[in-house]
């Protein structure tokens, strides 16, 4: 079931051209030039009920402008944007009750009111039932462990416990989408696991569509199985993570520690470099051989004390895909 459609979605906004120098500064006064930029460029894509994707880019790559008009807070330019069938531009009120938003460093709770209060006023402004909200925070509370704060006024939250309001305040309607935008900036290790926790249970038990835009690459190999890939107002990758790394990255490095040394070994499908006296790098290609059947032949010449792989590096293939993109 597809819950969000986006075709050919595109905005562009009017910026204000300004020279330098004195003279520049008067004929801005008498003649307003504009350009045009292009912020979001023909971006398609339909995610489905229960997905959980990675939506990543450098800044300026269109992330948050696509959110936005995701949200209704912009309007597209060109093309259109579904969420459950129904277009954020022309029913904004109706799709926003069926959102969560989370911006890691924007809060939708009230800084002067104490936790607790910031929740209820949430509960009327959505209007959710109390039978509803009682259990909702039940729940909410079972996963994020808020009720040991919940009487603290908000601006005395750690940004570790405000995280984790602003997580419960995004979910006390129970919505079937969820943007989440930098959960986990700033973050300690703790904090960033009890986010990855929240998300990957909420997921589980409610089957809530998630788009997760981050920087920290950790999120998207803990959380997503989908990445979209969006530089310079263009999609330039839809795929999964897994079939993302196999593409671009088609070596993997295995690395052997021998017990008498390294004896000549030699291999048609890899590349082998001596490191010292009894360590060896063996690089090879995924669709060549396997590693188990590199390391049997290795067995089989050498003494192996020890083997590690190298796993691909999800830093290393975005950072291929972002120079690639430039060129």
């Not at 936790?115 to 509803?132: C, P, Q, T």
Request: proline share 2%; with cysteine; net charge neutral.
């Amino acid at each position: 079931m597809t819950v969000i459609k986006a075709e050919n979605l595109t905005k562009e906004f009017k910026i204000a051209k300004k020279g330098n120098g004195l003279s520049a500064a008067f004929k801005n006064l008498l003649v307003n030039e504009k350009t045009i930029v292009t912020a979001v460029n023909g971006v398609s894509f339909d995610i489905g009920r229960g997905e959980i994707v990675g939506y990543i880019g450098p800044n300026g790559a269109g992330k948050s402008t696509t959110i936005k008009m995701m949200c209704g807070i912009l309007t597209p330019t060109r093309g259109s944007i579904h969420i459950n069938g129904i277009s954020p531009t022309q029913h904004r009120q109706k799709v926003v009750k069926d959102l969560g938003v989370v911006f890691g460093q924007r809060s939708q709770l009230y800084w002067d009111l104490r936790l607790g209060e910031s929740f209820e006023l949430l509960r009327r402004i959505y209007m959710v039932s109390n039978d509803k909200f009682n259990a909702n925070m039940e729940e909410l509370n079972d996963i994020l462990q808020f009720n040991d704060f919940i009487d603290t006024p908000v601006r005395q939250l750690s940004l570790g416990q405000r995280m984790r309001a602003d997580l419960a305040a995004a979910m006390l309607h129970s919505p079937s989408v969820l943007f989440l935008d930098e959960p986990t900036i700033g973050l300690d290790v703790d904090a960033k696991y009890a986010v990855r926790k929240f998300i990957k249970k909420i997921n589980e038990r409610s089957q809530i569509t998630i788009i997760l835009t981050t920087h920290d690459l950790d999120d998207i190999q803990t959380l997503c199985k989908r990445i979209i890939i969006i530089n310079n107002g263009v999609i330039i990758s839809d795929c999964s993570l897994d079939e993302l790394i196999d593409k671009e990255l088609t070596y993997r490095l295995l690395f052997a520690e021998t017990k008498d040394g390294y004896r000549g070994y030699t291999n048609p499908k890899a590349e082998v470099t001596v490191i010292s006296e009894t360590k060896l790098q063996l690089k090879f290609r995924k669709s060549d051989i396997s590693a188990a059947e590199l390391i049997s032949d290795l067995s089989k010449h050498v003494d192996i004390a020890d083997v590690q792989i190298k796993e691909s590096d999800i830093d290393d293939v975005i950072r291929q895909i972002f120079a690639r993109s430039k060129n």
